[in-house]
């Protein structure tokens, strides 16, 4: 497509319950990013991707998140056991590069409430 | 990873032109500038990149002193559209880092 696409736009959780949301990067693009973003303030690293193989994980919060992106495409966030504190915007980018010199291009997020 | 300052907020009206100002006194050789804009219930968007010295787009300029330390975000007639948060981030080869960024609210 012409855009990230992430999905589902919104998604309302338990607490407790595992959620999974889902990405589709522009095709091509060999980086996939995942953020997230707390109100009121800037998107957090969260993990990396370069194709298939997740490089940086770096920012995931707590052994409760996993990512993955298993044919280089289509990426997966999922949360475990949510908590409250995960209630947030995940958003997705993707990029032809993982440095500053690529512009990356953002989803329009998932935003997940705890509840 | 160079850190970034500028201004929580800022208010302009409607077909001024809009100035934000980025310190990064730390930033490094192999580092680029760039800004990127974020409406409500959207992800960031890319706006403008540089180097050094002064780059223009369709959207914006983007000025750079030879020390490059700062940077300044540059609109041009600006509309009530452009009310968004603005965010400056400094980096080379590494995952981009955004910092709170600048909210700028366009008064009719």
């Given at each position: 497509?012409?855009?990230?696409?992430?999905s589902?736009?919104?998604?309302?959780?338990?607490?407790?319950?595992?959620?999974?949301?889902?990405?589709?990067?522009?095709?091509?693009?060999v980086s996939?990013?995942?953020?997230?973003?707390?109100?009121?303030?800037?998107?957090?690293?969260?993990?990396?991707?370069?194709?298939?193989?997740?490089?940086d994980?770096?920012?995931?919060?707590?052994?409760?998140?996993?990512?993955?992106?298993?044919?280089?495409?289509?990426?997966?966030?999922?949360?475990?056991?949510?908590?409250?504190?995960?209630?947030?915007?995940?958003?997705?980018?993707?990029?032809?590069?993982?440095?500053?010199?690529?512009?990356?291009?953002?989803?329009?997020?998932?935003?997940?409430?705890?509840? | 990873?160079?850190?970034?300052?500028?201004?929580?907020?800022?208010?302009?009206?409607?077909?001024?032109?809009?100035?934000?100002?980025?310190?990064?006194?730390?930033?490094?050789?192999?580092?680029?500038?760039?800004w990127?804009?974020?409406?409500?219930?959207?992800?960031?968007?890319?706006?403008?990149?540089?180097?050094?010295t002064?780059?223009t787009?369709?959207?914006?300029?983007?000025?750079?002193?030879?020390?490059?330390?700062?940077?300044?975000?540059?609109?041009?007639?600006?509309?009530?559209?452009?009310?968004?948060?603005?965010?400056?981030?400094?980096g080379?080869?590494d995952?981009?880092?955004f910092?709170?960024?600048?909210?700028?609210?366009?008064?009719?």
């Amino acid at each position: 497509g012409a855009g990230v696409s992430q999905s589902p736009r919104y998604k309302v959780a338990k607490r407790g319950q595992d959620v999974a949301l889902r990405c589709d990067p522009i095709s091509g693009h060999v980086s996939l990013f995942w953020y997230q973003q707390a109100l009121g303030q800037g998107p957090e690293f969260l993990t990396y991707f370069q194709n298939e193989a997740q490089l940086d994980k770096s920012g995931l919060p707590s052994d409760r998140f996993f990512a993955e992106r298993p044919e280089g495409s289509v990426s997966t966030l999922k949360i475990q056991r949510t908590q409250q504190e995960d209630s947030a915007v995940y958003l997705c980018a993707s990029s032809l590069g993982r440095g500053h010199n690529y512009g990356y291009t953002f989803g329009s997020g998932t935003r997940l409430t705890v509840v | 990873l160079a850190k970034t300052t500028q201004p929580i907020s800022m208010d302009s009206y409607e077909g001024q032109e809009v100035n934000i100002t980025c310190s990064h006194n730390n930033i490094a050789t192999n580092d680029y500038i760039t800004w990127y804009q974020q409406f409500p219930s959207q992800g960031p968007r890319f706006i403008i990149q540089g180097y050094k010295t002064k780059v223009t787009n369709e959207v914006a300029s983007l000025f750079i002193p030879a020390d490059r330390k700062s940077s300044t975000l540059s609109l041009p007639r600006v509309s009530l559209s452009d009310t968004a948060v603005y965010y400056c981030l400094v980096g080379g080869n590494d995952k981009i880092i955004f910092g709170k960024g600048t909210r700028l609210h366009i008064l009719p």
